[in-house]
């Protein structure tokens, strides 16, 4: 899909008011918040509406070669409106059915950097090294007071 230079939200404008939509119906098509405003506008890049319906009209998808480009729009502008609503209340489900695009834009790399200067790997190697150097990790008395063989641990610690 090509780019378009007018957002979705311009877009939708234009369509109400090309159907001759009330302004109440307009207000609850155009969002408030500035997020909503940004995802229109993401949206509206990826999305291309007039080719959309071309392409709709074209392939006599859901009959839609039946009805206006206007009429097209309008329903396909609330078919993704429905979509993003069911997004926003299980946003987990979609992620989980979809996750190698979210992965892909977590910066795990930096994550990982972050826990590396938080816990210096090689102090914590020098304190294990160190501590078994000083007899720290030796035989508990558990394993003094054992008389059996190996064999034997590993059945009692399955029956345990």
């Not at 834009?105 to 200067?117: K, V």
């Amino acid at each position: 899909m090509s780019i378009q230079s007018s957002t979705l939200s311009q877009t939708v404008q234009e369509l109400a008011i090309d159907s001759n939509l009330d302004c109440e119906t307009v207000e609850t098509l155009i969002p408030k918040k500035a997020a909503d405003q940004m995802l229109l506008e993401a949206i509206g890049k990826l999305i291309n509406l007039n080719e959309i319906v071309d392409r709709l009209q074209a392939l006599d998808c859901q009959q839609c070669s039946l009805f206006t480009p206007n009429q097209v729009k309008f329903a396909f502008l609330k078919w993704i409106e429905n979509h993003l609503e069911s997004i926003e209340l299980q946003p987990e489900w979609y992620l989980s059915k979809d996750f190698k695009h979210f992965d892909r834009h977590l910066p795990f790399d930096e994550l990982q950097d972050a826990i590396e200067r938080e816990f210096d790997v090689e102090a914590v190697y020098q304190e294990i090294g160190d501590a078994h150097e000083a007899g720290l990790f030796d035989n508990s008395s558990l394993e003094d007071q054992f008389t059996g063989t190996a064999q034997q641990a590993a059945a009692d610690a399955l029956t345990w």
